[in-house]
């Protein structure tokens, strides 16, 4: 008899969904915690918890691609944005409550941190369940034939078969590339020269000086670099899952930063000063002032407050590098789909 059930019933007891079981029992756990929240959470406790939300979604966003099956792919993926939106309007929200109308607690603050807790265990738990469920045969043949189709040239039916050990050209290696040329120009070749001498520490015609080489440096390492780009109507798309793990690198930057500007918190004291702005020379607890203005400064005297502008640069890097690195190979898919191909075309032709 045991044996019986057992053998009906052995599809019920794979290792998996003990697993799976074992992660929405913590989940519901951390559900009930926050469900009993008080209808008032103080803002400074939902800014020292919403950045870990960042940190472990864009961690697992940036993982995603390890993710077999499709569909559970792109749901993880939707749900992972969504529910880190959720945050940053949640925190950007409880951050200017706090820092500029000196709020100590709001109620749709907190229902907001509520719906944002939620989503994100919910993104959690769908991450564990497209982690573990193992992918039938027919899903792997389905996903196979998406990497066929976006492996296949963008101008044309055919692939060009390459047999060495270098990494395949596609339209992926082609906006990394130019995205480093960029990034290499705008750092070392404006940002830096103007925040020397915005600090003084170069003079005018220096600074003049380093922008000209930084342009003609450029212009020489983008013409080496368009001169490489032949039969461009040829080139495919590239593996899905490296595009995955291309921006996912954004995400977990963005995330560490995220991490680090947390970090820098524990044990620092945030000072704000506020002044009447109108009318002006009016204090600004007098009944007299109609507008107050206060400024916070950043948190400062905590053991990690040196980590806080580490993650500030990392978080700008990213924040500036994501939509960089989308707009780049927008504009390269645009540029082989309907130009680069017509004009082969003609050529052809003629």
Same mark, same amino acid.
């Given at each position: 008899?045991?044996?019986?059930?057992?053998?009906?019933?052995?599809?019920?007891?794979?290792?998996?969904?003990?697993?799976? #079981?074992?992660?929405?029992?913590?989940?519901?756990?951390?559900?009930?915690?926050?469900? =009993?929240?008080?209808?008032?959470?103080? $803002?400074?406790?939902? #800014? =020292?918890?919403?950045?870990?939300?960042?940190?472990?979604?864009? %961690?697992?966003?940036?993982?995603?691609?390890?993710?077999?099956?499709?569909?559970?792919? $792109?749901?993880? +993926?939707?749900?992972?944005?969504?529910?880190?939106?959720?945050?940053?309007?949640?925190?950007?929200?409880?951050?200017?409550?706090?820092?500029?109308?000196?709020?100590?607690? %709001?109620?749709?603050?907190?229902?907001?941190? %509520?719906?944002?807790? !939620?989503?994100?265990?919910?993104?959690?738990?769908?991450? +564990?369940?497209?982690?573990?469920?193992?992918?039938? @045969?027919?899903?792997?043949?389905?996903?196979?034939?998406?990497?066929?189709?976006?492996?296949?040239?963008?101008?044309?039916?055919?692939?060009?078969?390459?047999? *060495?050990?270098?990494?395949?050209? *596609?339209?992926?290696?082609?906006?990394?590339?130019?995205?480093?040329?960029?990034?290499?120009?705008?750092?070392?070749?404006?940002?830096?020269?103007?925040?020397?001498?915005?600090?003084?520490?170069?003079?005018?015609?220096?600074?003049?000086?380093?922008?000209? +080489?930084?342009?003609?440096?450029?212009? !020489?390492?983008?013409?080496?670099?368009?001169?490489?780009?032949?039969?461009?109507? $040829?080139?495919?798309?590239?593996?899905?899952?490296?595009?995955?793990? +291309?921006?996912?690198?954004?995400?977990?930057?963005?995330?560490?930063?995220?991490?680090? !500007?947390?970090? &820098?918190?524990?044990?620092?004291?945030?000072? &704000? &000063?506020?002044?009447?702005?109108?009318?002006?020379?009016?204090?600004?607890?007098?009944?007299?002032? !109609?507008?107050?203005?206060?400024?916070?400064?950043?948190?400062?005297?905590?053991?990690?407050?040196?980590?806080?502008?580490?993650?500030?640069?990392?978080?700008?890097?990213? @924040?500036?590098?994501?939509?960089?690195?989308?707009?780049?190979?927008?504009?390269?898919?645009?540029?082989?789909?309907?130009? /680069?191909?017509?004009?082969? /075309?003609?050529?052809?032709?003629?």
């Amino acid at each position: 008899m045991i044996s019986y059930l057992r053998k009906k019933l052995g599809r019920f007891w794979r290792h998996e969904i003990a697993y799976l #079981i074992l992660i929405i029992t913590y989940i519901y756990a951390n559900i009930q915690i926050i469900t =009993e929240l008080p209808d008032t959470v103080l $803002d400074t406790v939902i #800014i =020292e918890i919403v950045p870990v939300y960042f940190t472990v979604e864009g %961690v697992l966003i940036g993982l995603s691609p390890q993710i077999k099956t499709k569909w559970l792919r $792109d749901a993880v +993926a939707v749900l992972g944005i969504t529910s880190m939106l959720l945050a940053v309007r949640t925190l950007i929200v409880a951050t200017y409550q706090h820092l500029q109308l000196n709020q100590s607690s %709001v109620t749709s603050t907190t229902t907001s941190f %509520v719906l944002t807790s !939620i989503l994100f265990l919910l993104f959690v738990e769908l991450y +564990a369940f497209a982690i573990l469920i193992p992918v039938s @045969e027919k899903r792997k043949s389905k996903d196979s034939s998406l990497n066929d189709f976006l492996n296949k040239p963008i101008g044309s039916a055919k692939m060009e078969q390459s047999s *060495s050990l270098r990494i395949p050209r *596609s339209l992926l290696t082609m906006v990394l590339e130019a995205f480093g040329y960029l990034m290499l120009f705008a750092i070392f070749g404006v940002a830096l020269p103007l925040s020397l001498l915005i600090s003084n520490a170069i003079g005018f015609w220096e600074t003049l000086a380093w922008l000209i +080489a930084a342009v003609v440096l450029w212009e !020489i390492a983008w013409l080496r670099f368009t001169k490489k780009q032949k039969n461009l109507k $040829d080139i495919p798309i590239g593996n899905p899952e490296a595009w995955f793990y +291309a921006l996912g690198i954004f995400f977990s930057i963005i995330g560490a930063g995220v991490a680090l !500007i947390s970090v &820098s918190t524990f044990g620092a004291q945030t000072i &704000s &000063s506020s002044t009447c702005v109108l009318p002006p020379n009016v204090n600004a607890t007098s009944l007299n002032c !109609i507008k107050i203005q206060t400024i916070a400064q950043a948190p400062s005297g905590g053991p990690y407050s040196n980590y806080g502008p580490y993650g500030a640069y990392l978080v700008l890097f990213g @924040e500036i590098g994501l939509p960089t690195f989308l707009i780049t190979a927008l504009m390269f898919y645009l540029w082989i789909r309907f130009v /680069q191909t017509k004009i082969v /075309q003609k050529a052809e032709e003629k």
